[in-house]
């Protein structure tokens, strides 16, 4: 098959949305951010993933587009930064909730962006459905999860509640 023809018939990620945090006891105590991922062909998976991962993204990003993630010059910057990540005080609740809004515009604008952004391999293994997206850790007993889940955006803008980011420009 011909370089082109391998382009179109590859699978792209049409929509991101941020439903909730997760909160895990097991192997320790961590929140997970839960999204659901629109894929070209039709499908869509729910996925979990830490901050850290987030933040393991933005720096292979920022290595592969320096202009796009603002690393040379905030001027021509399309893919907002993430805060940096936080040594201690990340097993609370406050910080996922706080970091909610600032993940979702990252994922909506990272699945938006151009082709040779939101196509790239380290993009869309990224939101690849995982091993435990599929079947996660079995509870701690003694500590259940705890899921919350979010319906609207926490931006206050009231025409983007409950909205997804969407490759066709719509929200």
Not at 19 to 32: D, T
Not at 100 to 122: F, N, Q, W
Not at 129 to 140: G, M, S
């Amino acid at each position: 098959m011909t370089e082109l023809g391998n382009q179109r018939s590859k699978r792209v990620i049409t929509g991101v949305s941020l439903l909730g945090i997760e909160k895990r006891y097991v192997p320790n105590k961590h929140y997970l951010y839960i999204l659901s991922v629109k894929w070209s062909e039709g499908s869509e998976f729910i996925i979990y993933r830490r901050y850290s991962a987030f933040f393991q993204l933005h720096q292979k990003l920022s290595e592969l587009f320096p202009i796009e993630t603002g690393a040379v010059s905030r001027k021509d910057q399309t893919i907002p930064p993430l805060p940096k990540q936080r040594w201690f005080g990340n097993e609370k609740f406050k910080v996922a909730d706080e970091r909610m809004l600032t993940i979702d515009g990252y994922c909506r604008k990272v699945a938006i962006a151009e082709p040779k952004i939101s196509e790239h391999e380290e993009v869309l293994s990224f939101f690849e459905t995982l091993p435990e997206d599929l079947t996660p850790p079995p509870p701690d007993p003694k500590k259940p999860n705890k899921t919350y889940l979010t319906f609207e955006s926490k931006g206050g803008d009231n025409k983007d509640k409950g909205k997804s980011a969407d490759k066709s420009g719509m929200m």
